[in-house]
């Protein structure tokens, strides 16, 4: 079940500085606002929660003047933002586990309607392979199909640009408002007006390595099914790829010589299940049937939230709860339905000793309802 | 259950003569062994089952003289015929389900005892793919595995080339003695020195386009698997691959680009289940296991043979019959399985039918043990 969406200017302030906060990735988010009922409530309590997950120092607020100035900035460059459970945001990509609660988006929305893929790829991408996702963008925007990409050089460009005309979605990895690549700028901007962009980063923030697989999870995420063009072993694609099949989309590759260290990661792919494809009509002929999964309930996966249990929080029962679980997470990710079983606590009191850990820098969220720990601060 | 092979000489040559004889093929070989007791009574009664089956002119029976001139001739070429039962046939091809009664060798056939693998592809190949064949086969010769090919220009030779150290088979669609195509001549001798060349066309026979398919069915057939390496769409590498598939060999094959029309037939196969290969070490996994295959029980699916029902002809009861079968009977080929039902026929009644209707020249035989009527003389 989702969040209901924030209903004033002030809950949607609320809602961004507590995403934009420190220690606060979707997961928690969620989890803060099951668990204090609003983002204005959760806010007062980030403190004393990060406090006994064993925080040193009080996790980073995002201030009223910062959230108020993102949204100025945010409308000032023409865009704004999306709250999750809104009508506007992506149907595909609030299936997914861990939606972005909020969406910076500039450009047009009701391509978000319409079915779509992403097409990704080898930045350094050969001439065949550069060729083979500009027509493939092209033939598949023929079709109706809005493009998903990265606007990353080589294989996601190429789509971009085959799709301009029918539509595609950009997902930048940091801010919307900031072009990586440079040499991307023109493209950028005719994507701008023509088709969409999408963020969850805040205004200015510049992309850093650890971003790249987050964006990675939204062009998956807004996408029916990923196809891969060109892809080293161990590239960004594959990633997308995988993230592609945890979230249950369809996985689907371009094949090419095993000569070339651009095709074997989607050789792998092709030998792994994705679905080989030679031209358009394959991409068409494996979605057959494939609309329905943006009817699903979105947030499904969230399940374990939905506990209505305790919201009051018994020390006394907490303290050697925390402990054992402290003891059983590591760094392999571990199931939250494990962890429920093996630490016998009830699923509201986990989700606040998960809640604390996170807002401490403690812990780790991963697909699949896993988490791990990080080492203490 | 195979026939006895032949025991003297003049069984052997009565066995080439009947194999040699006009519109005997395998499968009506094996069926007028078990109807007649023996090659020799075989080629006496096949003037009259010709007849029965509509034939209006004799079929040719190849003589005691031209059989004895074709054994002088390979023996002085250097060459020997090999029966179906005997303990040099390759145990693969025996296993298939219409293996030639005699084939004729050259070279070392202790080869024939060890894991093959048949690796084909385009004749017009690509220097990648020429690159790609040789490698594989180099790495598997490595490996202890026999490369089986046709010795036709592009992949093949490539992949005769580089397991000519390691062992290679090469089956021709003509007879064992005629080089084709002549650009492989020296390829040619080193296999005939080195490894093994071998044919199932009397000597001095040139290869015509109806051979290729029965030369790929022994390619195939003397291999645990079919590598295809560059195919395009509709080639005879496809073929192979099909039979392969039909003799329940695994088919493997390495993709490629999509925009290469060499590459849209092995990327076809990939997608219709072909193990997608990216080196030998692919081949070798796919192979774990697959030695059992040549411990089949060779021709078992010359299962409706083995009937030893009525050798006595009671022609009261086949008239019937054979007007039936000819009713029945089409273009379109259908199982033996299915006319035994539908003309509740003797499965002897209804061998005894097939063998007249094939020396009549009015029938063909298909994988699956299917046959099909051709239009009447």
Not at 35 to 45: F, I, M, P, Y
Not at 122 to 148: F, K, P, T, Y
Not at 223 to 247: D, F, H, K, M, P
Request: hydrophobic share 45%; with cysteine.
């Amino acid at each position: 079940m989702l969040p209901t969406p924030p209903r004033t200017h002030a809950e949607r302030t609320d809602w961004l500085r507590l995403i934009r906060s420190e220690n606060v990735g979707p997961s928690t988010f969620f989890a803060l606002i099951r668990r204090c009922g609003s983002a204005a409530r959760a806010l007062e309590e980030v403190p004393r929660l990060a406090r006994r997950g064993g925080a040193t120092t009080t996790p980073r607020l995002c201030s009223l003047d910062e959230a108020a100035r993102e949204q100025q900035a945010l409308a000032a460059f023409g865009g704004r933002l999306v709250a999750l459970g809104e009508p506007d945001y992506p149907r595909l990509l609030a299936a997914i586990e861990t939606p972005p609660p909020l969406l910076s988006v500039v450009g047009h929305a009701h391509l978000f309607e319409k079915r779509s893929v992403a097409l990704v790829g080898a930045r350094n991408a050969s001439a065949a392979g550069i060729r083979m996702a500009r027509v493939l963008a092209q033939e598949l925007g023929a079709a109706g199909l809005v493009i998903v990409s990265g606007l990353a050089r080589g294989i996601d460009a190429a789509a971009h640009k085959g799709a301009l005309e029918s539509g595609t979605v950009a997902v930048l990895a940091g801010g919307l408002d900031v072009v990586y690549p440079q040499e991307n700028r023109e493209l950028y901007d005719a994507i701008a007006r023509q088709g969409a962009l999408v963020s969850e980063m805040p205004l200015g923030m510049a992309p850093q390595a650890r971003h790249f697989p987050r964006r990675n999870r939204l062009v998956s995420g807004l996408s029916l099914a990923t196809v891969v063009v060109e892809a080293a072993e161990r590239s960004g694609s594959l990633i997308t790829a995988r993230l592609a099949g945890e979230q249950g989309r369809d996985v689907m590759a371009v094949p090419g010589s095993p000569l070339d260290p651009r095709a074997r990661g989607a050789n792998r792919l092709i030998r792994e299940g994705a679905a080989l494809i030679q031209d358009a009509t394959d991409v068409l002929h494996e979605l057959e049937g494939r609309t329905t999964i943006a009817l699903t309930e979105p947030g499904s996966v969230q399940g374990w939230l939905d506990d209505q249990s305790a919201a009051e929080d018994d020390e006394a029962r907490l303290q050697p709860l925390r402990a054992l679980l402290l003891e059983r997470l590591g760094p392999t990710p571990i199931e939250i339905d494990e962890l429920v079983r093996q630490i016998a606590a009830e699923p509201g009191e986990l989700r606040t000793l998960l809640i604390e850990l996170e807002l401490a820098g403690r812990l780790t969220w991963h697909p699949g309802q896993r988490v791990s720990l990080l080492p203490s601060p």
